[in-house]
């Protein structure tokens, strides 16, 4: 059985700093596709970053609107994928969520809350 335990969020200023955790377990994650989506209340869930497959160096794909204040990392040694986000904004208050997919099959984390004040 295949779980996503995500960490790390939490309330924060404007400008501060946040890192998100996603542990896997179930499942080898050299061959997959992990990402981070969130939602906000009231907006469709959207997705924030994904890493290329086997994590082998290959680019990385950004919303627009978090490009150059956000990372996303992962660590197959950990079963594990992070996402640093820096330069918080209002705006980025959501429930975030951690994704993997592999070999036709799709895993969501149970969100975990971000909350930046202005």
């Known amino acids: 059985q295949v779980q996503l335990v995500e960490s790390g969020g939490g309330l924060v200023q404007a400008a501060g700093s946040l890192r998100l955790s996603c542990e896997a377990s179930g499942i080898t994650l050299s061959d997959a596709v992990m990402a981070w989506y969130r939602q906000a209340p009231g907006k469709q869930r959207e997705l924030v970053a994904a890493g290329a497959a086997s994590g082998n160096g290959g680019p990385a794909n950004y919303a627009d609107s978090v490009k150059g204040r956000f990372t996303i990392s992962r660590d197959n040694a950990k079963s594990a994928w992070y996402l640093q986000m820096n330069s918080l904004k209002p705006e980025d208050t959501a429930v975030y969520y951690c994704?993997?997919?592999?070999?036709?099959?799709?895993?969501w984390g149970q969100g975990t809350q971000v909350t930046v004040s202005s």
């Open positions: 994704y993997v997919a592999r070999r036709g099959q799709e895993y």
